[in-house]
């Protein structure tokens, strides 16, 4: 579609207000900045369901929630920090991790916000919304005092975690990012631990060990009995059906994309404890899980097993000190009073790096360049919108191959009028006409 620049941009109405919808909107940038320019030197993707959806929410949907991105230091998730940009390379603008994500959320008509709770005390009260979602991120390790330049900065304290959680318990949506969290020392060692666990578990049943990172393994077919890791990455994937290590469960969150293909980036173990042990009146369900197999587990010894396959080019079954399929990655909770909390093992399967990520993959006989986890994206959306309760709007999952109208040369453009009121109505004329006359003997 050589004239996407001139076509009419779409006007959607409601009975008070109006938006109109530009072609930029309808027609985007592909998402992989480094794919290849096409012959007609511009490429869009159209996005016009996205885009008009989005336009009929913000005229219809008048209740809105605030997503509050919630962290303690660091840097926002959400706003680039212009301040680090380099004026001699222009080409590379800073970005935010959960930058395209926060686009997303706001179509979805979500007002995002970032909370930095080391310096603001107070959880902010958003404009224009009826109530919060809190996205709580693990607060950021203090930086290793040198007794030289000693530091200001400290790290989280039990007042300021407290200022979180009470925002969190006067919301009652909260979702709570986890993953697997390196060991506090050059020389390995225990970490700090998961700043939030014990909340989760006493309050939610829900126990999380940020000391386990779950890797895919494959067998070394060079050495019989030695494993390897099947990728360089410790990322767990859904969507291949059985041979996928991850499975989607049938709660309504994930049980539309079942399907589809999502991923799960150093993710560490969820666990459910018994109902003896959680408070009375939870009801707690697994979103996803890694299935029971044998080739993957979690790893409580990163250095160890590192040093086991630079020295043998792999290592032997899980030791005792891991953690064997299956586990959960992901879990919902709500009480008898309709607070609900969703937690995730992997801190970092919805940012963008994950969640938009694009390469080579299969469709028919092709080989396309198209997004490798989209339902990374939904996951979270749907999440938002089950904390919410607003269920009609959880996404369907993906849908079929529908025939579009992807190329269409400037000769075929100038014919379409034609074909369309000339041809088209003459033919259906003329249908009439002949069976009138053969009507008429």
């Known amino acids: 579609l050589t004239r996407w620049q001139h076509g009419p941009p779409v006007l959607v109405e409601s009975e008070k207000e109006a938006r109109v919808v530009s072609n930029y909107e309808l027609w985007q940038p592909p998402k992989d900045r480094h794919a ?15 885009a008009i959806s989005s336009a009929i929410l913000k005229l219809t949907q008048k209740d809105k929630a605030a997503v509050v991105f919630t962290r303690f230091g660091g840097t ?8 680090q940009m380099n004026f001699m390379n222009m080409r590379q603008m800073p970005t935010a991790p959960y930058q395209e994500l926060a686009q997303i959320l706001e179509q979805e008509n979500f007002v995002t916000y970032d909370w930095d709770v080391s310096k603001e ?20 390790p203090p930086p290793r005092q040198n007794p030289m330049e000693p530091s200001p900065q400290q790290g989280i304290t039990p007042a300021d975690r407290q200022i979180i959680l009470d925002a969190v318990n006067a919301s009652g949506a909260a979702i709570f990012l986890a993953g697997y969290e390196q060991p506090a020392g050059p020389f390995g060692g225990p970490s700090g631990g998961y700043e939030y666990a014990e909340y989760l578990k006493s309050t939610w049943g829900i126990e999380v060990d940020s000391r386990y990172v779950a890797w895919r393994f494959t067998p070394n077919p060079q050495r019989p009995g030695w494993w390897a890791p099947a990728a360089r990455d ?29 991923a799960f980036y150093a993710a560490c173990p969820v666990r459910v404890t018994e109902a003896a042990s959680r408070p009375a009146g939870l009801e707690v369900q697994v979103l996803a899980e890694v299935r029971d197999t044998q080739d993957v587990w979690a790893l409580g010894d990163l250095m160890r097993v590192s040093e086991e396959i630079k020295r043998n080019q792999g290592c032997t079954r899980p030791s005792e000190d891991d953690v064997r399929a299956p586990f959960a990655l992901a879990v919902a909770a709500s009480d008898a009073s309709g607070k609900k909390v969703v937690v995730f093992g ?16 299969q469709i028919g006989n092709a080989l396309v360049i198209g997004q490798l986890y989209p339902a990374n994206t939904d996951i979270f959306v749907n999440t938002l919108h089950w904390l919410t309760g607003e269920s009609n709007r959880i996404a369907l999952g993906p849908r079929g191959e529908v025939p579009r109208l992807t190329k269409l040369d400037e000769a075929w453009a100038n014919r379409l009028p034609w074909l369309l009121l000339g041809i088209w109505p003459a033919s259906a004329l003329l249908v009439g006409m002949c069976v009138w006359f053969v009507r008429r003997r």
Not at 76 to 83: E, G, H, R, T
Not at 351 to 357: K, P, S
């Open 234 to 262: 410790p990322i767990l994937s859904t969507g291949g059906g059985p041979e996928s290590p991850v499975r989607l469960t049938d709660h309504p969150i994930t049980e539309p994309l079942q399907n589809d293909r999502a």
């Open 76 to 83: 926002s998730p959400i706003k680039p920090d212009y301040s």
């Open 36 to 50: 290849p320019v096409g012959p007609e030197g511009d490429d869009r993707v159209f996005a016009g369901e996205s």
């Open 121 to 140: 005390k107070t959880p902010p009260t958003v404009e224009g919304t009826t109530r919060s979602i809190y996205v709580v991120f693990p607060p950021e």
């Open 346 to 361: 992997s801190e970092q399967f919805m940012a963008d790096n994950v969640a938009q990520a694009s390469g080579f993959m």
